[in-house]
Every structure is written in C-alpha cells, then in structure tokens.
C-alpha cells in the first residue's frame, strides 16, 4: 500500500468501519462489545542489512507520522482496543 493509501486511514474513517461492524453485530444477535478492535497492522520486511532495516523502519513511521518504535500512535484518540 501507498503511503497515500495509508493517508486514507484515518480516524474518521477507521471509526466509521468499527460502527459497521458492531452494528452489523448487533443485527444479528452478538454482543457489539465483544468484538476487539484494534487498527494496528503488524508488517514484516526482508532487509538485507541492519542499516537498510533501520531505513525502513523510519519510512514506515514517517507514513504513519509517529517515531519508529512508537506503537502508541496506533490507538491514540480513537477508542479502539489494543
């Protein structure tokens, strides 16, 4: 995916997907509360060097605009489940 295509996903919309599905939950008899949400997208990458790994690591942060390591960004503000 593109880093436009992360750009895309934002709380706005990430929100809206979470409605969907617990009111489809609800629609059919399951506890919308049950459901665990959470939008972080774990990624693994072959790299060839340490440097080349520390690379990509900080242009997938840069997408996500946090600091590499910085998981917290992923559930910050949107009241999902981690």
Request: charged share 25%.
């Amino acid at each position: 995916m593109s880093a436009e295509g992360f750009r895309l996903l934002n709380d706005d919309a990430f929100r809206e997907r979470v409605s969907y599905v617990r009111t489809e939950a609800k629609r059919l008899g399951r506890d919308p509360g049950a459901i665990k949400i959470s939008n972080f997208i774990p990624v693994a990458m072959a790299v060839e060097t340490e440097e080349a790994a520390r690379q990509t690591i900080a242009a997938v942060a840069q997408m996500f605009q946090s600091e590499p390591g910085d998981t917290s960004v992923f559930s910050d503000g949107i009241g999902a489940d981690v």
